[in-house]
Every structure is written in C-alpha cells, then in structure tokens.
C-alpha cells in the first residue's frame, strides 16, 4: 500500500492532478478498462482525466512497478545480508529514480572477488585506515609495516590500498549522484571521424568535427551521431572541458577530506584523481550516453507520435466513388476504381511512360472507367512518377466531354501502402488479386478514409517518424498502437461497414472479437442496434461497456445508437429529450432547444454533470466527426522537378512530416522541401506543432534550391524569409560550445529522406538540421 501510494503522489505531481484522481484511474486500468473509455465514459471517477494525461499514467506506473519491485528485492537483498539499517531503509525509500536505487544498492550488490576485496584479504584494510587517519605520515613509509609474501613490495600495499579506496569512491552513492548532476549541466558530447572513414561515413559528415553540451543536444542530432558510431564512422566521448575535469577530480577528493598539504592527503588527491580517471569517468561516460539514447530516443517516438496521429485523424474525402492510381514507369500505372463502401469494382494497368509510352490507350482506359463508374475522386499516389501521373490525369480531365462533371484529383501518401499489398490481410481480401494492383485499391480507400485504410498497416511501416528503427521497437510500436487506438475511439466507428481490423482498435475488443462480429454481421445481415453485439459469440457485457459507446448504427432501431451516448446512458439522454417534449429524432442537431436547458438538472447518483454535459454535446451534434473538413492542395502547372523551382515562387503543398526543427512539405517536384522551424512563422516558434501538423495545406515561399543536393529551402513566414547567411548571423554561435569544435552556427545533421524515400531539403547549408528516413 506504501508503494502504491509513493506510486500515485508520483505520477499526480507528474500530470497535474491528485493523487485520489490517479488511484481512481489506476483501479479502472487494472480492472481492464482501456484509456479511451476511462476517459470518456468515467469522468466523475478520475475527475475528468483527460487521454493525453491517461496514456502518461499507464506509461509511468508501468516504470514506477517495476521500480517498486526493484526497491523491495534491494531491501530484502540487504536485510538477508543484515546489513539493513533504518537510515538505509530511509535512503532507500526517498530514492525517486532508478539510478539513485541502484547507487545506494552498489555497496551491498553481491559481485565477484575484486582488486579490493583481495586487497583486503592481503591485510590492506588497516593501512588504508591508517593513511585516513595521519595524513602527514608518508604513505610509503606506512605502507612497509604491511608487506607479505602477498604483498612483496611497497608499491604493491599502496596500490592495493588505492583499489580499496577506489572502490568505496566508486560506491558512494551521494557522490554518484552530485557528478551525474555536475555532468548533466557541464558534460560536452563530442565526436571525431575516424581515420580513414571519411569517404564511407560522408552522410554524417557534419559529425566529423562536433562538441556541443550534452544537456542541448536534441533528439535527431543525437540519433545521428550514435548510429555513425554504431556504423563505426565516428567516436564519441561524453565529458566535461579541462576546467570541468579539474573540478569532477576535486569533488572526488572532497569525499576525502583531502585538503591539506600532508603527504598523506597528496596521495589521497591522486588516488583521487586516478580513480576519476579510470573508474569514474568511463562509468559516467556510459552513464550520460545511455541518457542521451533514452532521451533521444523518448522524443523521437513523440514525434512519430504526434505525427501519426495527425495523419489517421486527416479530414476524409468521404463517400465517394473512387480512383486510385499507383504510378510506375517500366512497370506501368496500377488503376483500381472503388465504390463509395470502399468495395473494388475493377482495376487495370496502363502504360503511359517509358518504356510503351502508350500515353493514348492510357487515358482512353482512364476516361473509359471514370464514365463507367461514375468516378468523382482521382487519389494519385505520391512515389515515382507521381508528378508525370498527375499531368497524365489533368489532360485527360480538360478532354472529358461537355456536361461530364470531372473527377477531383487529389495526390495522396503511399507511405506503406507496398507493406499492405503483401500482407496477410490484404491476400485475404483480394486472394486472386495481383500485389501491385492492391497498392492501387490502398491509394483510393485511403483518400475516402485514411484512418479507416491506415489501420491496416503495422504503424511503424506508415513513415512518419524520425530514426525511427534506431529507437526500442517494443517502446516504439506500444506508444503508436496507443496512439492508433485513441484516433480510432475519438472518431467513432459504424458498425455495420467496419473492417476487422479498424474494429479490433476499438476499446475494449481486439482481433478476435472484431473478426467474431464481422462473422456474425455477415451471417445475421446489418446490426439493428448496439444491443445486439451482446449476441455476438464471446461478446460478454464487460466488453460490451467498452467497447459500445464507440460503435455507430446509423438509422437503426435506437436513434442513440447513431451518437456517442453510451448505453448506460440512455435513461438520462431520454429525460432531456422528454423536458423538450419533442421526439428524440427530431431533437437530434437542434441546438436552440437543447440549449435552453441546465445541465445540472439531469444530474443522478451515477451520472454527474461532466456525463450531463457530454450527452447535451452529443445530441446537439450527434456522431459528430472530430477530424477537419477536406481539402487538397493545388500543385503548380509547369512545376514538377526541382529543376523547376526558382527562389521567391509562391506555392501551395501538404505537410507531410514534423520533426523538432522544422516540417518538410511536399510541393510536388518528388522531393519534400523543409520549412526550418525559424521560417515557420513571423514570431518565435519552439515546437514546430504549435504551426503545423502532417496532412495541413500551406502556402509556401521557395528561398533556396540545391540541384545537385536535392535540397529545398522554403519559408512560411510572410516577409519570404531571410537567406542562410543572414539566419547565421542573426543566431550567432550555439550555446556551450565554442567556436571552431563544432559548436558554432546552427545545429546540424544528415540529410533525411522524405516521406517518398527521396533526399529532402533544407534551409540553406546552416539550418540543415535532419532526420534520416528508413
């Protein structure tokens, strides 16, 4: 019980809430309840916690456990030693991180014999005393009255003794503790190429020659440069300047109380220093690299996070027939037309590029499937050629005949679209249909709906991160199944046409019952109302509670089945409907009416007014859509390579990546320009979110292009933005690091690979600060 609420009061501090807030959430988790319906449906138990502060909780008392259990096996390790005291027990149970556990355990961790401990039984204990004890005696002269057959010569009993020292130095939990903080404020990260790798490691280039303070170095610079030294392409050496060193090495010996001119305090500084040397220093080194990885790679899985997140909750083009075009060369165009359910109605490849060049037949095929299916919606892949298809498409739309309404074209991302074609799930759907051609069905049913398309493919394949392959994979696929979960409950799923696998992300059920209610629905016709999933094989009313206020019927029996109210709801829903005196259908979406009455009215035993005020909210707009209306961005006629560009063009192009420092756009030459995170707007922008999310429609301004680099400089800010050189020097040198070690100008990185897997840009040779895409 003391663990669980050290536990609470933690994490309460941590998300802004209480510590009864979080214990109330914490039962509700551990009773299997999901994050989504804890946050929607049990307001009043949390205290309206909202799912941003819910996912944090679950992430931190995973950590905090295991660290409760790490705490208790520690105690119980001393105490069977009999070496538990109450000051111990007292440190123990103040320590708030798993590092400070682990220093205070070091002293009492059973390990092998060390140099120490055979220095001890060689007698060297009491000369160790007595060299603490007179620090004007000389140490060598003390040393002589403990010679053995073990210990032959003088230098033998002081260097046994300096291991004995060395080792109490190196357990001190107190001192680990201040040099960890001491180097988290003054350490540099540097990196130096390695000899002869110049040529092999030319990507990291920028890392040849580096040093900045470790405490600065943001996420993708520090993934850059640990993968160039996995790749053995550079060193890296975390350590604090020569001024720094001298003050890690006077720390140590203050442990010592070596402050006196006595040949005894002499040798003691010097053990002091040789044990900052070769024991200290690589250990904290390690140390601050393992930190540096978790905190780089924390944030890198927030960004992909964020991003994805902004890609499922893309506005969806809707209900409409669709085109979907996945453009090639040599292997042609692949051409899938779906209905407005998504169904696939007929498909076909054309060849309008090298080498057929069958620009004709191409578009006669095209026009001839838009007038059989009543086409309205043309998604054109972004990959090769994506730029020559979309020219193919927009002259085949000014030739449709008179009266003929023409089709939106719309390019859209691709980004794991290939891993879909040859995934299990895509065979079981399309068994007798070629690999290429499913792509072509992804590309269209994305744009109808991306989120509804995108849970079909693992997260990690969809492309929207950084490094995202050098971060823990488990850590990584747990915040992004968590992620897909929360843009799928936010939205709301129609149960009669969802697929299996957007089900199985719906609270509360899973792969198995989402295919058991796709197999029910196919045996038994469309679901007349959410009561009926209780007759679903396996369905019990647990999941039933988690999982029905996220599904939608839509004109069914119970015309609060098409809402989010949940079904234990439903009685305080028809008392508004019944103080309206109106029929609940034509209630539905009448705002004036609903508004003329007080929430706190309705307000029961089992339903407070957060519940009140969400039933109000939901019958006002019923099975309201969170995601934004739809809208494309128009690519520029004539601008299709980066041969085209020229500085000051104004053009029109969707976010498709967000990192710290900046957000690349697609203009639509096939590689992505970057809006360094200065140029994001005319003001002061420190996350790049706060401007901009994956899938935005922007107006851009070219400031710079790099041919023979593939590099693309854009500016949003409305003065056009300033050029490289000007940018320098308005920043001046980074902070901590001086000039000529790598330090100075703006931060610096590899070039990273666009969404499309092409070399993207950035603003000017300074402000190149880059991930690298897989």
Known sequence: MIAEARIAATIAQEIGARADQVTAAVGLLDGGATVPFVARYRKEVTGGLDDTQLRTLADRLAYLREMEARRAAIVKSIDEQGKLTDDLATRLARAVTKAELEDIYLPFKPKRRTKAMIARENGLGPLVEAILADRMADPEALAAGYLSEAVPSVKDALTGARDIVAESLTENA??????????????FLTAKVVAGKEAEGAKFSDYFDHRERWADVPSHRALAMLRASNEGIVTLDIAPDEEGVARAEAMVAAVLEARGGGKGDEWLRKTAGWTWRVKLSLSMMLDLLGDLRGRAQDEAIRVFARNLKDLLLAAPAGARTTMGLDPGIRTGVKVAVV???????????????????????????????????????????????????????????????????????????EAGASVYSASELAAREFPGLDVSLRGAVSIARRLQDPLAELVKIEPKSIGVGQYQHDVDQSKLGHALEGVVEDAVNAVGVDLNTASAPLLAHVSGLGPGLAEAIVAHRDEHGAFASRRELLKVARLGPRAFEQCAGFLRIRDGKEPLDASAVHPEAYDVARKIVSACGRDIRALMGDSSALKRLRAEDFVTADFGLPTVRDILAELEKPGRDPRPDFKTASFAEGVEMITDLKPGMVLEGTVTNVAAFGAFVDIGVHQDGLVHVSQLADRFVKDPHEVVKAGDVVRVTVVEVDVPRKRIGLTMRKDGGTSAREERAARGPATGAPKGKGGGGAPRGPMQAGPKGASTGAFGAALMDALKKR
């Open 339 to 413: 209905d407005a359910t998504g169904k696939l109605l007929e498909t076909a490849t054309v060849y309008p590029f090298q080498p057929k060049m069958d620009l004709r037949g191409a578009q006669a095929t095209l026009m001839a499937l838009i007038a059989r299916h009543g086409v309205e919606l043309i998604a054109i892949g972004n990959g090769t050629a994506s730029r020559e298809t979309e020219k193919m498409v927009a002259d085949l739309l000014k030739a449709l005949p008179a009266g003929v309404k023409a089709p939106v074209k719309v390019v859209v991302s």
């Open 174 to 187: 107190e001192l680990l503790g201040a040099l960890r903080a001491y180097l988290h404020r003054e350490a």
